[in-house]
């Protein structure tokens, strides 16, 4: 069975400073991963994927994962938080055919001025 | 392209009330899931089409919900009668049948049900 454990509920940083929000992953196979945002009152909006190409999944807005097979894990990172990066944060893994969503329980990331 | 559309964006009732949530896909995709975001639970999928056949309803909380999907670009999502518990926002995604091994779902911005 697939599932995904973020590990923070609550992430906050101040502007400028480096973004780490954690997803551990449980897989039968090898994994399809996602990173999905969602801003108040928004839908949800892909970040970026991992469909076993490059290790290192560049994403948009500067954010970028890693997935590491060996510690079962596919962190979200960004170098320089910005304010408007304050949103909630799905890590999402898929079955094989795609058509389940397995969703991590969110984290929240406030951003400090 | 405008993306997966969802209508309406927020939704009172009352209880008892019947509820339809609307959905049009992206043009092109094969596949449409119904998606349910509470505090509690997160979110959940409660059934996915393909090629407007139903394949998987078991995420379906109970008889009270039905989805439709009549042609290729809508579908809906019937409550009846509604319950102060199913208050929600209710998500639609869709995605192509064949997306080179990215199974990227395309969401739509929601439904924020309240059911007083």
């Known amino acids: 069975a697939q599932s995904v454990t973020q590990l923070d509920s609550h992430v906050s940083v101040s502007e400028g400073t480096p973004v780490l929000l954690r997803c551990n992953y449980s897989?039968?196979?090898?994994?399809?991963l996602f990173w999905y945002v969602q801003h108040p009152n928004k839908g949800l909006q892909l970040l970026l994927k991992?469909?076993?190409?490059?290790?290192l999944v560049k994403g948009i807005n500067g954010f970028e994962a890693e997935f590491k097979k060996s510690e079962t894990s596919f962190h979200l990172t960004k170098p320089s938080a910005h304010m408007s990066d304050a949103a909630e944060y799905f890590c999402?893994?898929?079955?094989?055919?795609?058509?389940?969503?397995?969703f991590g329980t969110g984290t929240s990331l406030t951003v400090i001025p | 392209d405008a993306g997966v559309i969802q209508s309406p964006r927020h939704e009172v009732t009352e209880m008892g009330q019947e509820v339809t949530l609307r959905c049009k896909p992206i043009?092109?995709?094969?596949?449409l899931f119904w998606y349910r975001q509470t505090m509690m639970r997160g979110l959940e999928l409660l059934i996915y089409?393909?090629?407007?056949?139903?394949?998987?309803d078991s995420g379906m909380p109970e008889d009270r919900f039905s989805a439709k999907m009549p042609n290729a670009s809508f579908s809906t999502l019937k409550i009846q009668p509604s319950e102060p518990r199913d208050s929600a926002v209710y998500f639609c995604?869709?995605?192509?049948?064949?997306?080179?091994?990215?199974?990227?779902?395309?969401f739509g911005p929601g439904t924020r049900l309240t059911v007083l």
């Open positions: 999402v893994v898929s079955d094989l055919t795609g058509n389940q969503f397995y």
């Open positions: 991992y469909t076993s190409a490059a290790t």
């Open positions: 043009s092109g995709h094969d596949y």
């Open positions: 089409f393909n090629n407007n056949v139903p394949i998987d």
């Open positions: 897989s039968s196979y090898s994994p399809s």
């Open positions: 995604a869709s995605r192509p049948m064949f997306s080179g091994g990215n199974n990227e779902q395309f």
